[in-house]
């Protein structure tokens, strides 16, 4: 059985900083890309970052949605089964609750979420202005 479990949400000020963890089990989780997502009541889900598998040719790679360039990393520790989310600077904005998910490639990763079948249970991040 595939499990995702994320953890690291939390309260925090506008300003700071978080890590979120998805720490992920019964998969190999080296061929798979692990991709960030958030959602807030009443909104789509929003795609926030991609880190590239084994399976890529551009295995390691990342890539981020516009709102979180240069604020949001991204990294992997396949060792660990884990891959992570470093928010800083974070802003109300992106008070979300944010879900990892596996799935093979990056690519259109923002678009072709529904079609994922991997997701983990989601974590909460609050923002306080």
């Known amino acids: 059985e595939v499990r995702l479990v994320e953890s690291g949400g939390g309260l925090v000020q506008a300003g700071g900083s978080l890590r979120l963890s998805c720490a992920a089990s019964?998969?190999?989780?080296?061929?798979?890309?692990i991709g960030w997502f958030r959602q807030v009541p009443g909104k789509e889900r929003e795609g926030v970052s991609c880190?590239?598998?084994?399976?890529?040719?551009?295995?390691?790679?990342?890539d981020f949605a516009d709102s979180v360039k240069g604020r949001f990393t991204m990294t992997r520790d396949n060792a660990k089964n884990t891959a992570y989310l470093q928010m800083n600077a974070l802003k109300p904005e992106d008070t979300a609750v944010y879900y990892c998910?596996?799935?093979?490639?990056?690519?259109?990763?923002?678009?072709?979420?529904?079609?994922?079948?991997?997701w983990g249970q989601g974590t909460q991040v609050t923002v306080s202005s």
């Open positions: 998910a596996a799935f093979y490639y990056c690519s259109n990763y923002k678009k072709n979420f529904h079609e994922f079948e991997f």
């Open positions: 880190i590239s598998g084994s399976e890529s040719s551009t295995e390691g790679s990342t």
């Open positions: 019964g998969l190999s989780f080296g061929d798979f890309s």
